[in-house]
């Protein structure tokens, strides 16, 4: 019967610490650091004219046509 | 002299509760109403209510009540427990035991979300009219082709699944 809130508190304080900081460290490892290897590798050998000439052939710029 | 007349209107009071009736019966003494008396309560909050459960003894408990006047250690257990349950009505643990509503809920939620699909299924088959030509395979496939050609989202949606060397979905 004693300490009731105290003893609710320090539960709910402790588990609502881990919780944030666990949420906060699976986005980082789960989604934001994929994402910057996926931009990284991506980047690492582009080339944007072979990219534009195959957009080019495709057909799909108005600008520039097949031809 | 209308404030006399005003006067008149707000000393006539109409008898209309039956509190009042009552009161007219009793030489203007009015009984109290249960709920305006001391309560018992269970709550985890109340450790002690302010009046015991059992209001009106028995012979036998009110003895018990002059017994627990002595010495407790003359009690025996039985009677310490008669004792609790005279001025408890349920232990904590009775008081906060669960229930099984949560069975009752979730069953009901789940009946009526069925529910809800057969009539989405009967809305599909006899209200609405076909979908759009957009979405035949034909229209979809040519679709995905031009969104490749133009390098929809290359470093991590679509385009970055398709291989262009080999012309396939990559594995």
């Not at chain 2, 009984?31 to 309560?41: H, I, N, R």
Request: proline share 4%.
């Amino acid at each position: 019967m004693r300490h009731l809130l105290a003893r609710r508190m320090k539960f709910h304080l402790l588990g609502a610490f881990l919780v944030s900081l666990g949420s906060a460290a699976l986005y980082k490892f789960g989604v934001a650091e994929p994402r910057k290897q996926a931009y990284a590798t991506f980047y690492r050998n582009y080339d944007p004219v072979k990219d534009f000439e195959a957009m080019k052939a495709a057909g799909v710029l108005e600008s520039a046509p097949a031809k | 002299m209308l404030a006399s007349r005003v006067f008149s209107l707000v000393g006539r009071r109409s008898i209309s509760t039956s509190l009042c009736l009552r009161a007219h019966g009793h030489a203007g003494v009015v009984k109290a109403e249960d709920y305006t008396l001391p309560a018992y309560v269970d709550r985890r909050d109340v450790p002690l209510p302010e009046v015991a459960f059992v209001r009106e003894l028995s012979a036998q408990q009110k003895a018990l009540k002059e017994k627990e006047k002595a010495s407790w250690s003359a009690l025996s257990v039985d009677e310490k427990v008669e004792l609790y349950r005279m001025k408890f009505n349920e232990t904590y643990a009775e008081m906060n035991k669960g229930t099984n509503e949560w069975k009752t809920v979730l069953g009901g939620v789940f009946f009526f979300l069925g529910f809800t699909g057969l009539i989405l299924i009967w809305q599909k088959h006899f209200m609405y009219g076909p979908i759009p030509h957009t979405f035949s395979d034909e229209w979809l496939a040519a679709q995905t082709k031009r969104m490749l050609d133009m390098r929809v989202n290359p470093v991590e949606g679509i385009s970055a699944q398709w291989d262009f060397d080999n012309n396939e979905w990559k594995k």
